[in-house]
């Protein structure tokens, strides 16, 4: 286990598919499944739900108010204040595996970490903050709310296979949490 790393999953409000966080996909909230299985990896002593709802509680986990009015970066530089050193998640990526998870803090170096998917796209929702860069994102953000690219300057990039990157799917609309549902060949 990384000494003070914790996994820190971040749940906004959608505009396009309002309270996805909490539908079921197997007869599981969305974000309880993240978080269990951010849990089986035993990697973290502390996960929490990183939360702009303002009464989200999802039985069996940790929820924190995310009381931040802007945009993700400011998110995750509150998250920084609180918790310092994080793997982010995103709280709508139900199938995101612990060999991933594992992977990715094995990687860990102590300099922020980011995942490049097999497309090339950074993923800001599965990447490791810390303090070291809190001063110069915040600076960046006061001039450009563009978090992708002070990834790609600023972070470690560890490439994604094919199949890895499949892990990266994100339920945005009742289409995606169709597929996804479907996708999780769920027992009838």
Same mark, same amino acid.
Do not use: W
């Given at each position: 286990? &990384?000494?003070?790393? @914790?996994?820190?999953?971040? /749940?906004?409000?959608?505009? =396009?598919?309002?309270? @996805? %966080?909490?539908?079921?996909?197997?007869?599981?909230?969305?974000?309880?499944?993240?978080?269990?299985?951010i849990?089986?990896?035993?990697?973290?002593?502390? &996960? /929490?739900?990183?939360? @702009?709802?303002?009464? !989200?509680?999802?039985?069996?986990?940790?929820?924190?108010?995310?009381?931040?009015?802007?945009? !993700?970066? *400011?998110?995750?530089?509150?998250? &920084?204040?609180? %918790?310092?050193?994080?793997?982010?998640?995103?709280?709508?990526?139900?199938?995101?595996?612990?060999?991933?998870?594992?992977?990715?803090? @094995?990687?860990?170096?102590?300099?922020?970490?980011?995942? /490049?998917?097999? *497309?090339?796209?950074?993923?800001? !929702?599965?990447?490791?903050?810390?303090?070291? &860069?809190?001063d110069?994102?915040?600076e960046?953000?006061? %001039?450009?709310?563009?978090?992708?690219?002070?990834? =790609?300057?600023?972070?470690?990039?560890?490439?994604?296979?094919?199949?890895?990157?499949?892990?990266?799917?994100?339920?945005?609309?009742?289409?995606?949490?169709?597929?996804?549902?479907?996708?999780?060949?769920?027992?009838?």
């Amino acid at each position: 286990m &990384i000494p003070e790393v @914790k996994a820190v999953i971040f /749940v906004k409000n959608s505009e =396009r598919l309002p309270g @996805k %966080h909490l539908m079921e996909i197997c007869g599981e909230p969305m974000v309880r499944r993240i978080y269990r299985n951010i849990e089986s990896t035993g990697l973290f002593d502390y &996960i /929490v739900i990183y939360s @702009k709802y303002s009464e !989200l509680a999802v039985e069996g986990c940790n929820v924190e108010r995310d009381q931040t009015t802007g945009t !993700l970066i *400011d998110s995750i530089l509150s998250s &920084i204040k609180l %918790h310092g050193e994080f793997l982010a998640v995103g709280g709508d990526m139900p199938f995101l595996g612990a060999d991933l998870i594992s992977r990715l803090v @094995k990687e860990y170096d102590g300099r922020p970490l980011s995942v /490049v998917d097999s *497309d090339g796209t950074v993923e800001p !929702l599965l990447s490791i903050y810390n303090p070291s &860069i809190f001063d110069d994102l915040y600076e960046s953000s006061r %001039h450009s709310k563009e978090i992708y690219r002070f990834i =790609r300057e600023r972070f470690v990039l560890l490439e994604l296979e094919q199949d890895e990157s499949s892990e990266l799917f994100n339920v945005n609309t009742q289409e995606d949490l169709n597929e996804a549902r479907r996708m999780a060949n769920c027992p009838k």
